[in-house]
Each structure stands twice: as structure tokens, then as C-alpha cells.
């Protein structure tokens, strides 16, 4: 053990015996599993929407990624296993048990209700089976790389959508999204530097604007990992190349949310270097960070023009604050203001969402549906305050983990990692009042990343804490 608040490594945690025993290295060589290949499916599944006459199966596709998630938990749990979990599960297991009761709401959709519950365990699944499929900080290596080069590949399909749209632009556009507003891609349409139209490009989605999400994560990423330590000069370069492509693609979506929050993980990677004590690191990052979203803006700008100009200018010529309380925020009021004192225990499961779309009961008059924008609001009406605070607690714990391993770790290079998922776990919180992140592929994988950190540290780590402190726990 050595210093205040840090982990220690044990003596032989590298002897070949440790990771043997694992099955992590088989005669030498990097073991490549489940892990790497379900971050991969998450990313990269919707590929199969581009292939034609998808659309008759756009439900099978859209859903197989959240099956394979609960699946792998019934995998992983199987046989006994000793080793221990990340202390999110429990406040989440608790969670179930309030979704179970709110089923029992006389207003509750049972159907649709059932189907909530069964996806958001698949949602919350990985935070179970990652930890006992991750256990050393090779393999984490790997799922993080895997991240990144996935996000990178939708980031760059997003812009040679809106260079070469007859050919990399989804042949069917969602079907479902089609029939609920038939003007939905001329709507989400724009004028390009050039005078052509463009589509807000779609990445590997079959949604306009889909390639903000992976934009978001390859601007992050790519930032994040091309300022670790010990990095070649080359693999900075192709780390910040790619940045600078998600941050462009990012922009062409018009998506201002989510370029607000990319361009906001700059400050907050700068903040947590500064945190650890690294000045000049901090100094560079904030430096870097600036750079990419300047440089990303400038691409954009030359093939979209005037109209991501005109998007964009309200970040600047107004206060962005103001900007999102006349948006979004109006939707933080409404369920502050009327939802809260409505519901404060639940409006009963099944009543928002894709659930209620598939499975709703329409005959159930008196409990019509209730139209959800952010997460907030869809918290409030499965269980109430109660869920706030114990999917908060769950969300809380997990920060507290990563952020302690980020300061306190006596390695350099596990307080890389640790910032850089912190950096993603903050972001992908704050963006719960923009959308209601923990029931898409989002929450997935923030669970994702929080199972495989505790996995890789915990089995190899032994947690020291000053009382003052409190113990460290996922």
C-alpha cells in the first residue's frame, strides 16, 4: 500500500501466472472476446438497416443489440462467481423492485410496463457481466479502442454522406419515423455551401442527424487518447484526425445539444487534468480541445456553408444558457412545475416511450400515453421521486469510483483511463436533460464502460482510503 487515497498494485499482478489464470493471454497473444465484439455490435449493428428491404425487420434489428445485452448477463452469471460486483447494482437492483410495484399502478400499461422493465435490464445489464468479463487492463485497453475506432467509423460515414450521398446515404430511411411525419427528411434538409441539398447525415443510422451521436464520442475520444501518456506520434495524429472528423460531423448534423456537450468535454478534460495536479498537460489539453472545435467548425462550415453559420451563430450571439432554457428547458419546468406534483410516485409503467408505441394498451383510456423529451420526465412518471433518487444513487456511485481512481491512482496511466471515462460517464449524465439517454444504446454503454473500469481495477487493485475520504466503491 503506498500514499493517501490510492491503489496499490500487488507484487505479481504482471507474472504471467495472474493473467493465465484469467484466460487473457493464451501463448503470448491478446485474447479477443465478447467484450470487444458486443461494444463493436452496439456501435456498428445498424449497418444491417442499409441493406435493401431491412425496413420490413427494422424492429428485430433495432432491438437485437438490447437482447444480446441480456443474454450476455444470463451468460456471465451462470455458474457462481466470487467475484464482487460495482456498488451501482445495488441501487439499480433496488430500482427494479420500485418498477415491479409501479407495474402494480392501476393506470400502469402491463404490457408495455413488462416490456420497460425487460429493457431496462438490458439496458443495465453490462454493469453486471462486464466486471467478470473484464479483468485486467489489457482488455480494458481493448474495449476503449474498440469504442473509439467504432465511433470513428460512424463519424466518418457521417461525412462521406454529405460528400457522396448517392452512395453512402441509407438506401430506406426509417420507415416507422416516415409514417409519423412524412416530411421528416425534407425537414431535416439543408442548403450546403455549394447550393446543394444536404441531409443532416444519418452515420450508420437510418435516422437524419443519427452521426451526432458518434461524432460526440469520436470528438471525445479521439481528444482523450491522443493526449495520454506515452503515446506514439502517430497514433496522436490519427486519434486527433479523427476528433477533428467527428467534431466536423458533428456540426453537419445541426444537432446544437450535443455539439454544446462536445464542446464542453474540452473544459471539463482540462478541469480533471488540472485536478490531478498535471498543469502543463491541462494547459495543452484546453489548448488542443480549442483547436479541434475551431478546426472542426472551419470544415464544416466550408462544405455546409451559410446554414451551419446560421445554426451555430445562437451559441455565440446569445447566451447558451438562455438558448437551452427556452428549449429544453421548458421541459425541466413542465415536469418540475406539473409532472412532479402529478406524479410524485409514478404515473404507472408503460405509459411513454417506444415501449408504449410496440406495446401499448389503447383501449386503457384513462391512462393515456405521456410525451416524454428528456430523461428526467421518464424517470418521474416509472417511479417517481423515489427513482430519481435511486437511479441518481446508481449514477452517483459510479462517478465517485471513476473520479477517485482519476486522482487518486498511484498509476499514470490508470488515471488516463479513469479520466477519459469519467469525462464520457459526465456527459452522457448531462445529456439526460436533452434526451432520455438511459433508454437508447447510450445507457448501454455508459453501464458498459463502468462494469469493465471496476472489472480491471478491482482485480488487480487493492482500494486504500483516508477515513476522512470514505472507502471507494463503484
Known sequence: MSGRGRYALPHDWHSFDAYAADGIIVAGKREWGWPEIFIAIQLLWNLVL????????????????????????????????????????????????????????????????????????????????????????ERFHQVLWVFFAASAIGATVGILQ??????????????????????????????????????????????PGGAAVSGMMTMILGLTLALGSDRRWWIRACCFAAAVAGMTALYLTHVRSLTMVAAGSVALFAVLRLRQGRTAEGTLSLAAGVALVVGGYVWARAVGGDAVTDRFSGLTDESALRMFSEQRGMFIRYTLSELLYEFPFGAGLGRWGMMHVYFGDPTLWQAPPIHVEIQLTGWLLDGGIPLWLLYGGALAVAVRYTYNLAVYAASKTWQDVAVIVLCLQLILIALCMTGPVFNTQLGIMFWAITGALYGATHRHHEPMWDPRDGPLHA
Open 162 to 207: 454529405v460528400y457522396f450521398p448517392a452512395t453512402f446515404l441509407p438506401p430506406e430511411f426509417s420507415a416507422l419515423a416516415q409514417s409519423l411525419n412524412p416530411n421528416l427528411v425534407q425537414s431535416l434538409t439543408y442548403v450546403g455551401a455549394n447550393g446543394r441539398e444536404i441531409v443532416r447525415p444519418p452515420g450508420l443510422s437510418d435516422l
Open 50 to 137: 442499409f441493406l435493401p428491404g431491412a425496413q420490413a425487420y427494422r424492429t428485430i434489428v433495432r432491438g437485437t443489440p438490447y437482447v444480446l445485452s441480456g443474454v450476455a448477463l444470463v451468460y456471465y452469471f451462470r455458474q457462481r462467481n466470487e467475484q464482487s460486483l460495482p456498488a451501482s447494482t445495488t441501487w439499480l437492483t433496488v430500482s427494479f423492485g420500485l418498477l415491479l410495484l409501479n407495474l402494480l399502478h392501476e393506470t400502469a400499461h402491463w404490457m408495455a410496463g413488462g416490456a420497460q422493465i425487460v429493457f431496462q435490464l438490458c439496458i443495465t445489464a453490462p454493469v453486471f457481466w462486464m466486471a467478470r468479463a473484464v479483468r485486467t487492463e
